[in-house]
C-alpha cells in the first residue's frame, strides 16, 4: 500500500507532531508499505537524517514564516495542486491518504484525496482555538478568517459548516475523511462531543521501541549523585509556557539543575529570565537529535510539562513514562491520561502568575521527593502501549476500514 501523509511542516522540522511522522513513516515501510510526506519546503537547515534526495518527501514551494526560517507555508491552490500531482507521478499509485495537518497542509492534502477519489484518513494534531488564543488576542476574528478561507479552499469537499469557532473548523476539514484519529482519549472525547466526527479512534503517537530498548540498556543502574535534575523540552513558543516555568524555576529558589532543550522564538527572552536571575545552573541544549532527547529524558530526574489547554497528547510526559522518568504536570488531561507517575500542579484558573506560584509550589515538592528518593513511578502499562510498533498495528486497522469501505 502507497500511504501520503501530508503535514503543516516539514518532517524533520521541530515538533512533535513531526517526531511521529517520521516514526510512523519507519514502521510502516518495516512492514512492507510506501510512505510519501507532503510538506512545504524547509528554509532553515534540517536535523534530521534524510537528505534533500529522499524520494520519501515531496517538497512543496513554501515560503518562510518564523524568524528562525524553520517553519514554512504553502498556498493551497491550482499552481500547488498542480506541482503536487507531477511530483507524485514519480511514485508509485496512491492508496490512502492520511493527513495530519490542520491548516494549509490539511487542505491540499483534502483537495488531492478529493481530486483523485482516494480514501482519506485525518488525524487531529491541533487545538487550533487554544493554540491560536495563546498567541494573538484577536483569536475570534482570526478563526473567523481560517474558517473562511477553510471553506474556500475545500469548496465542494463534503459537507463544510459555516460556523466560525475551533470545532467548526475541525469539522470542516474533517468532513471527506473516512476516519478521523486523535492522539490521546481526552481529544478524541472533545471531538466527538462538538461533532467534528462522529466516532474518533484513540491511537497515541508513539516511542521507536529500538531506540527505547538502546537507551534503557545504556542507561546506569543506579541515580548518578547530585541535586535533582529537572529538564523541559519543546518548541520555544508562548502555548508551551516556556517563560513561566523559568519564573516559577527563579521563585522556587530550588535546589535543582535544569536542562531545556530545543529552539524557537523565546529563545532569546528565556535566556534573559536565567541571566537575570544569576543561576548558571538553567542551561539551554538547543535542538539536539531524537535518540539523544531520550537520553537526556531518561536521565533526568523529572521531566516538566507546562502547557494548559493546548495539548492533544503531550508527548513528552509519555516518552518519559516509558523511560521510567517521572513528570511535573501542569495539564490536568494530560495527567489523567499517564494514570500516575506524576507530581500534578493544582489549577491556578486563568491567573498567570497563580499559575507561576503553583508550579513553583510543586517543582519544590518534586525536588524534595527525588532528593529523598521517593519520586512517583511511571504506569509500567504506558510503556507497552507507547511503542511505535503497536501503535502502527493500530492505525494499519483503521487504515484496512477506510480503505474497504
Given at each position: 500500500?502507497?500511504?501520503?501523509?501530508?503535514?503543516?511542516?516539514?518532517?524533520?522540522?521541530?515538533?512533535?507532531?513531526?517526531?511521529?511522522?517520521?516514526?510512523?513513516?519507519?514502521?510502516?515501510?518495516?512492514?512492507?508499505?510506501?510512505?510519501?510526506?507532503?510538506?512545504?519546503?524547509?528554509?532553515?537547515?534540517?536535523?534530521?537524517?534524510?537528505?534533500?534526495?529522499?524520494?520519501?518527501?515531496?517538497?512543496?514551494?513554501?515560503?518562510?514564516?518564523?524568524?528562525?526560517?524553520?517553519?514554512?507555508?504553502?498556498?493551497?491552490?491550482?499552481?500547488?495542486?498542480?506541482?503536487?500531482?507531477?511530483?507524485?507521478?514519480?511514485?508509485?499509485?496512491?492508496?490512502?491518504?492520511?493527513?495530519?495537518?490542520?491548516?494549509?497542509?490539511?487542505?491540499?492534502?483534502?483537495?488531492?484525496?478529493?481530486?483523485?477519489?482516494?480514501?482519506?484518513?485525518?488525524?487531529?494534531?491541533?487545538?487550533?482555538?487554544v493554540g491560536i488564543a495563546a498567541v494573538t488576542p484577536l483569536h475570534r476574528p482570526v478563526l473567523g478568517a481560517l474558517n473562511l478561507w477553510r471553506r474556500t479552499a475545500l469548496r465542494g469537499i463534503g459537507v463544510q459548516p459555516r460556523g466560525a469557532d475551533g470545532w467548526a473548523y475541525l469539522a470542516g476539514i474533517a468532513a471527506e475523511s473516512r476516519a478521523v484519529t486523535a492522539p490521546s482519549g481526552h481529544f478524541a472525547h472533545r471531538l466527538e462531543q462538538h461533532g467534528v466526527f462522529r466516532s474518533v479512534d484513540?491511537?497515541?503517537?508513539?516511542?521507536?521501541?529500538?531506540?527505547?530498548?538502546?537507551?534503557?540498556?545504556?542507561?546506569?543502574?543506579?541515580?548518578?549523585?547530585?541535586?535533582?535534575?529537572?529538564?523541559?523540552?519543546?518548541?520555544?513558543?508562548?502555548?508551551?509556557?516556556?517563560?513561566?516555568?523559568?519564573?516559577?524555576?527563579?521563585?522556587?529558589?530550588?535546589?535543582?539543575?535544569?536542562?531545556?532543550?530545543?529552539?524557537?522564538?523565546?529563545?532569546?527572552?528565556?535566556?534573559?529570565?536565567?541571566?537575570?536571575?544569576?543561576?548558571?545552573?538553567?542551561?539551554?541544549?538547543?535542538?539536539?537529535?531524537?535518540?539523544?532527547?531520550?537520553?537526556?529524558?531518561?536521565?533526568?530526574?523529572?521531566?516538566?510539562?507546562?502547557?494548559?489547554?493546548?495539548?492533544?497528547?503531550?508527548?513528552?510526559?509519555?516518552?518519559?513514562?516509558?523511560?521510567?522518568?517521572?513528570?511535573?504536570?501542569?495539564?490536568?488531561?494530560?495527567?489523567?491520561?499517564?494514570?500516575?507517575?506524576?507530581?500534578?500542579?493544582?489549577?491556578?484558573?486563568?491567573?498567570?502568575?497563580?499559575?507561576?506560584?503553583?508550579?513553583?509550589?510543586?517543582?519544590?515538592?518534586?525536588?524534595?521527593?527525588?532528593?529523598?528518593?521517593?519520586?512517583?513511578?511511571?504506569?509500567?502499562?504506558?510503556?507497552?502501549?507507547?511503542?511505535?510498533?503497536?501503535?502502527?498495528?493500530?492505525?494499519?486497522?483503521?487504515?484496512?476500514?477506510?480503505?474497504?469501505?
Amino acid at each position: 500500500m502507497h500511504i501520503v501523509f501530508f503535514a503543516d511542516q516539514h518532517a524533520e522540522s521541530l515538533g512533535g507532531a513531526q517526531v511521529s511522522m517520521r516514526l510512523q513513516r519507519k514502521y510502516l515501510e518495516r512492514a512492507g508499505h510506501t510512505v510519501t510526506i507532503v510538506a512545504p519546503r524547509m528554509h532553515a537547515a534540517r536535523g534530521g537524517q534524510h537528505g534533500v534526495a529522499d524520494p520519501g518527501y515531496v517538497d512543496l514551494p513554501s515560503i518562510p514564516i518564523t524568524t528562525d526560517r524553520e517553519y514554512a507555508m504553502t498556498w493551497p491552490g491550482r499552481r500547488t495542486d498542480r506541482f503536487l500531482d507531477q511530483a507524485l507521478t514519480r511514485r508509485p499509485p496512491v492508496d490512502l491518504v492520511h493527513v495530519q495537518a490542520d491548516f494549509w497542509g490539511a487542505f491540499i492534502g483534502h483537495r488531492f484525496a478529493h481530486r483523485h477519489g482516494i480514501p482519506a484518513v485525518h488525524t487531529m494534531h491541533n487545538r487550533v482555538d487554544v493554540g491560536i488564543a495563546a498567541v494573538t488576542p484577536l483569536h475570534r476574528p482570526v478563526l473567523g478568517a481560517l474558517n473562511l478561507w477553510r471553506r474556500t479552499a475545500l469548496r465542494g469537499i463534503g459537507v463544510q459548516p459555516r460556523g466560525a469557532d475551533g470545532w467548526a473548523y475541525l469539522a470542516g476539514i474533517a468532513a471527506e475523511s473516512r476516519a478521523v484519529t486523535a492522539p490521546s482519549g481526552h481529544f478524541a472525547h472533545r471531538l466527538e462531543q462538538h461533532g467534528v466526527f462522529r466516532s474518533v479512534d484513540v491511537i497515541w503517537n508513539g516511542i521507536d521501541d529500538e531506540v527505547r530498548e538502546q537507551v534503557l540498556a545504556d542507561a546506569p543502574a543506579e541515580r548518578a549523585p547530585g541535586p535533582p535534575r529537572f529538564i523541559w523540552l519543546g518548541r520555544m513558543s508562548p502555548e508551551k509556557r516556556l517563560l513561566p516555568f523559568l519564573e516559577a524555576v527563579v521563585a522556587s529558589d530550588v535546589d535543582a539543575d535544569i536542562e531545556v532543550v530545543g529552539g524557537g522564538a523565546q529563545l532569546r527572552a528565556a535566556e534573559r529570565i536565567a541571566a537575570r536571575a544569576g543561576r548558571p545552573r538553567i542551561c539551554f541544549a538547543g535542538r539536539i537529535g531524537y535518540a539523544d532527547v531520550l537520553a537526556r529524558i531518561a536521565a533526568a530526574d523529572a521531566v516538566v510539562q507546562t502547557s494548559i489547554g493546548f495539548e492533544t497528547q503531550g508527548m513528552t510526559p509519555f516518552e518519559a513514562a516509558t523511560l521510567g522518568t517521572p513528570t511535573v504536570v501542569s495539564d490536568p488531561d494530560i495527567a489523567g491520561e499517564l494514570r500516575g507517575g506524576l507530581w500534578a500542579v493544582p489549577d491556578a484558573g486563568a491567573d498567570e502568575p497563580a499559575r507561576v506560584a503553583t508550579l513553583a509550589d510543586t517543582l519544590r515538592i518534586a525536588a524534595a521527593d527525588i532528593a529523598a528518593g521517593s519520586a512517583p513511578e511511571p504506569d509500567p502499562q504506558v510503556a507497552a502501549d507507547f511503542r511505535q510498533s503497536s501503535r502502527t498495528a493500530a492505525m494499519l486497522e483503521v487504515y484496512g476500514r477506510a480503505t474497504a469501505s
